[in-house]
């Protein structure tokens, strides 16, 4: 088991920049993946950005170039810097983990969820 909490949200305008991060509860670094999702309201939630504890990485195409999945082993820590920010990047974010060693890219395949934080882009 591992219990994960975000932190860092809040209101940014648009083209600014913001790091949200996600602790876990124990050690992640050698056995679990760790990844991002986000939800709009009404929506589901939908694939960001994936991290495998060997240092793989994948983007969903939306975010890709603009956001950087990293991970600080030594605090158990995930971050996810997310620059040039968009109005429609405004969604509540969920920190997600499982695991494994690669990376995995549906939100259906991560067992462990932090309680998600809302990113606020203003135009």
């Known amino acids: 088991q591992v219990q994960l909490e975000e932190a860092g949200g809040g209101l940014v305008q648009a083209w600014g920049s913001l790091r949200v991060s996600c602790k876990a509860s124990?050690?992640?670094?050698?056995?679990?993946?760790m990844g991002w999702v986000r939800q709009a309201p009404g929506k589901e939630r939908e694939f960001v950005a994936g991290?495998?504890?060997?240092?793989?990485?994948t983007y969903a195409d939306s975010v890709k170039g603009r956001f950087t999945i990293s991970r600080d082993n030594a605090k158990n820590t995930v971050y996810l810097q997310r620059n040039s920010l968009k109005p429609e990047d405004t969604d509540v974010y969920y920190c997600a983990a499982r695991a494994g060693s690669y990376y995995y890219r549906a939100p259906s395949e991560y067992n462990y969820w932090g309680q998600g934080i809302q990113v606020t882009v203003s135009s």
């Open positions: 124990r050690s992640t670094s050698s056995s679990y993946a």
């Open positions: 991290m495998g504890w060997s240092g793989g990485t």
